[in-house]
């Protein structure tokens, strides 16, 4: 009886944290759909350098912070306020060096303010993120998703004569105005502790690996949508935007299915382990041809996307191979490689960049889908020849 329990326990909560997961990209989207739907694509595509200019200060801003800090919290979880808020101080000379970049970077300058006061609201929505997840307070962030996206949608509807670039910019910074609103009580757990120059360095630096991690990874996720961003047209951009945010999240079933046997990679070997892969291969090639079949008819009939078939291949190269290496990107950080796995999300982002702006310039939005697939089997097989080499040297 107690095992059942705990197994509908632990299904509770990773439905949550799917649930949590999954709403963000669908904010996102759903906006972007009104969007095109009701004014014109090409607003949208305006609109995506800024997407993507405030999701890489925002990643700037935050340093690494909720893996840090998730690590610090289960290393000593009696003082998590004080973790929580010297975290907080150590990042907020990083706003200094954002109000410059915004100041400087002409496109940016024009719209200074919303665009400072948008990361700052993202910022402080992701503070909450460590508490949420140590707590499993997921609850907490679907409501705020919720009512973020509420709010967008329902604001859009207030544009009747049409809508410009300021007005869609404005609509994400009240969306992530909302978002924090609803997560403040969350900051009773918020414990101030001294602070001094010294320890603002020495937080910083402890949390660097990670915050090289994140950047890595997201370059190495969305280095093609960087390059497509200077590249393409406003409509072909836009229709890009709108791809690769699904492909992303077609991408996080691979987490979503391995999860309730994520620990259990700590501690198989031999027949569990191959068992565990095999199954976790056959899941994933069933899940990622619905998905990409799905993908592909979801943007011809709903956002009127109309592309060649051969763009339904390229969705299933481009989401099947996170299966093929991710349980053994697990393993690395098992044997404690993540220095090594760092190095290979560089090797993959340099490559994603290098051959989207070659294919870019030849094929287009197909280019920059086979620059993301070669950076993506290049990653697979670095991790996974390390990952070979770790269980020899083990067997040995």
Not at 19 to 32: E, G, Q
Not at 185 to 212: G, I, Q
């Amino acid at each position: 009886m107690k095992k059942h329990s705990r197994i509908i326990k632990r299904s509770k909560f990773v439905g949550l944290e799917t649930t949590n997961f999954v709403l963000r990209p669908i904010h996102t989207s759903l906006v972007s759909l009104i969007i095109i739907r009701l004014f014109d694509v090409e607003l949208w595509g305006s609109f995506v350098i800024f997407l993507v200019g405030v999701e890489l200060l925002t990643n700037l801003f935050n340093w690494g912070q909720k893996p840090y800090l998730l690590r610090e919290f289960s290393l000593s979880p009696n003082t998590i306020g004080q973790q929580w808020s010297r975290a907080t101080f150590a990042r907020l000379p990083m706003l200094f060096l954002i109000v410059i970049f915004l100041w400087v970077v002409p496109s940016f300058q024009a719209y200074f303010f919303p665009l400072l006061l948008w990361i700052f609201f993202k910022w402080f929505a992701f503070l909450f993120e460590p508490i949420i997840q140590f707590h499993r307070k997921y609850k907490w962030s679907i409501i705020a998703e919720l009512a973020a996206i509420t709010t967008a949608l329902t604001s859009i509807f207030f544009f009747k004569e049409g809508m410009q670039l300021t007005d869609v910019i404005y609509l994400f910074v009240l969306s992530s105005g909302v978002r924090c609103l609803v997560l403040l009580p969350l900051l009773s757990e918020w414990k101030a502790s001294p602070f001094s120059v010294k320890l603002l360095r020495t937080e910083l630096l402890l949390a660097f690996p990670f915050f090289a991690l994140s950047i890595a990874g997201l370059l190495q996720t969305k280095g093609d949508l960087y390059v497509v961003t200077y590249l393409l047209s406003k409509q072909d951009l836009a229709s890009y935007q709108i791809i690769l945010s699904f492909l992303l999240l077609g991408q996080s079933f691979s987490a979503i299915v391995l999860g309730p046997f994520q620990k259990n990679i700590y501690r198989w070997q031999g027949r569990n382990f191959q068992k565990l892969k095999k199954s976790y291969l056959q899941i994933g090639l069933a899940t990622t041809l619905v998905f990409s079949i799905a993908l592909y008819y979801g943007l011809k009939y709903v956002y009127l996307i109309d592309l060649p078939l051969s763009y339904m291949l390229l969705f299933f190269m481009y989401l099947y191979p996170l299966f093929l290496y991710f349980i053994e990107s697990q393993i690395l950080l098992k044997h404690k490689n993540e220095k090594q796995l760092l190095r290979y999300n560089i090797v993959a982002s340099g490559c994603n960049i290098v051959l989207s702006l070659v294919l870019v310039s030849l094929y287009g939005m197909s280019g920059a889908l086979l620059g993301g697939i070669a950076c993506r089997l290049i990653l697979g097989r670095l991790v996974i020849s390390r990952s070979k080499k770790l269980a020899n040297d083990n067997n040995s």
